[in-house]
């Protein structure tokens, strides 16, 4: 009998590494000159980070800050969904950045459907928010992982669980 392999199709990120990315920007943030007297908090809950500043400038100061933490400590920055900002308390702003984690159903249908396409001998079954991705061919395999790098897409793939 002929041996499967396979691989997950997974989008997902550290939890850590965004908690240390997160500190460190508060900790840049609480030091820096152009902070000092005014509103500047950044929070992180369970899928989004809150920041509440002053004014527009700040918030997008704040925003590039994180961004070159989350660079530094080798997160994408797909994974970051900002939302439009809305006036806070005091006249502050607040801006609501969402965390992007797994594969959505509609985008799984669709990058079943390329992958069937280009490739008709293997299989892909979306299971909850990751795609498994099998064939008796490695090479098919390593095909599929080159187009789904390819693909501009709005979430981060990682490929995991690769027998």
């Known amino acids: 009998m002929a041996q499967e392999f396979s691989f997950d199709a997974v989008s997902d990120y550290d939890h850590q ?21 005014i509103t500047a908090t950044i929070d992180l809950e369970k ?20 961004k070159g933490k989350l660079h530094k400590r080798g997160l994408d920055m797909r994974i970051l969904d900002p939302q439009k900002p809305e006036d806070a308390a005091k006249g502050n702003l607040r801006q609501t950045i969402k ?12 990058l079943s459907r390329q992958i069937r396409d280009k490739f008709p001998k293997v299989q892909v079954r979306i299971q909850g928010d990751q795609l498994r991705v099998s064939s008796k061919d490695k090479d098919l395999l390593q095909g599929v992982i080159k187009l789904l790098r390819d693909a501009d897409l709005e979430v981060p793939l990682q490929f995991t669980n690769y027998r």
């Open 17 to 37: 590494e965004l908690v240390n990315a997160v500190d460190q920007t508060r900790r840049e943030i609480s030091t820096r000159y152009d902070f000092k007297g």
């Open 47 to 66: 899928d989004t980070i809150v920041i509440v500043t002053a004014g527009d400038m700040q918030l997008r100061a704040m925003t590039d800050v994180l």
């Open 99 to 110: 965390l992007r984690k797994g594969i959505s159903d509609d985008l799984g249908r669709q």
